[in-house]
């Protein structure tokens, strides 16, 4: 498992993310790219795949039509989906992909893919806790 974790780290951080949290034992790093609006996304080694996951926020008290919104931007994006913990008391941004055969460009494109989202819904999103 080290080796896959090995891997990832190389390709973060050819790609010039910051690594801010390692844990070897359970093979996941937090990386930050904060020019991008990426802030403590957690990427976890589980072979077969990779998960990225980034808390995107607590769902707020009167969530609206928040659901439906997240829904209709997991349409639009290229990587990934907005999803709900098992709780349902929190948002994220996940995706996965296939460890074996990871390739720099195929984390490069879903990390751009959360950053991509932030950038076209992050001031949308985030008038769900300005209300």
């Given at each position: 498992m080290s080796e896959h974790l090995d891997t990832v780290k190389g390709h973060l951080l050819d790609l010039g993310?910051?690594?801010?949290t390692e844990n070897e034992a359970d093979a996941l790093v937090v990386v930050d790219d904060e020019d991008n609006g990426i802030k403590q996304l957690v990427i976890d080694c589980e072979p077969p795949i990779v998960i990225l996951e980034q808390l995107i926020g607590e769902v707020p008290?009167?969530?609206?039509?928040l659901f439906t919104r997240l829904l209709q931007m997991n349409n639009t994006l290229v990587h990934g989906a907005f999803v709900l913990d098992e709780t349902a008391g929190r948002i994220f941004y996940r995706d996965t992909l296939q460890l074996a055969n990871l390739d720099l460009n195929e984390l490069e494109g879903s990390i751009?893919?959360?950053s991509l989202a932030l950038a076209e819904y992050g001031a949308e999103l985030i008038t769900y806790w300005k209300k």
């Amino acid at each position: 498992m080290s080796e896959h974790l090995d891997t990832v780290k190389g390709h973060l951080l050819d790609l010039g993310l910051t690594i801010v949290t390692e844990n070897e034992a359970d093979a996941l790093v937090v990386v930050d790219d904060e020019d991008n609006g990426i802030k403590q996304l957690v990427i976890d080694c589980e072979p077969p795949i990779v998960i990225l996951e980034q808390l995107i926020g607590e769902v707020p008290s009167e969530p609206g039509d928040l659901f439906t919104r997240l829904l209709q931007m997991n349409n639009t994006l290229v990587h990934g989906a907005f999803v709900l913990d098992e709780t349902a008391g929190r948002i994220f941004y996940r995706d996965t992909l296939q460890l074996a055969n990871l390739d720099l460009n195929e984390l490069e494109g879903s990390i751009r893919a959360l950053s991509l989202a932030l950038a076209e819904y992050g001031a949308e999103l985030i008038t769900y806790w300005k209300k």
